[in-house]
């Protein structure tokens, strides 16, 4: 269970980190239904980790998309693991071997700047590494949906400030979408005044509530 003792805080829950993916991100960004028009999807993530839910989004992809179909998957991140420390999170899940092996493979030694790699014809991964609200506010893309995935609100005030949340909204497609595993109280107003409708949902595993939304 990969713990940052710089934030206090543990990448995931300690249930089952990838059911968590399912149900947090996937599911609040209403994946994978969303894929199943055949259009070309990009996701933001803050927060890229261990490559967790990259790697059971990428899985998820490969079972549903459409022949052509493009996966952009870019994710914003301070301090880049290595590919070792990947690898031995990543392990703790026989679902996503194939998804670990590959990824591990093609990670740099040094991760700097923008980590781009083409994993399979269908799906490209961009890891942007800096602080998250220099990355997103350079990203000219229009995102369909947004894995919003820092530590703890109260551990990790910068991935959920006002004027990050701001900028993510602004990033957005008009009926793009977000999703997290927080429900505080000021990252929900952030999130409304930046422009999102929110809706709590039940959290995963026990949690009470979680949050996710659409721009209108
Ligand atoms: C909860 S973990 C993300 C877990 C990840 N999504 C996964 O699948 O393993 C939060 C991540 O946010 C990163 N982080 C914290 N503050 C940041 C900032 N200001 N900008 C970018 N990344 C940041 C941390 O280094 C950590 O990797």
Redesign the pocket.
Known sequence: M?Y?PA?G????CQTD?RLE?GHVFLAGNGLPQRWWNGSDFLIG??????????AETWRQWKLNRLIGQQLHFM?????P?QSGEIDR?LSHWSEIDAERHALTAAWPDTPQGTVSLRLDDQTSLSVVC????D?VAAAQADFDAW?L???APSR?A??WSAELMRLVCEKTKRNGTFATYAAAGFVRRNLIAAGFVVERRSGFAGKREMLCGIKS
């Open positions: 990969p940052s934030f805080d543990h990448f995931y980190g993916c993530e803050l927060g890229f980790g261990t490559g967790l839910n990259f994710s914003f991140e301070l301090y693991m999170a800096g602080p998250a609200f990355g894995y995935d820092g530590f990790n910068d991935m």
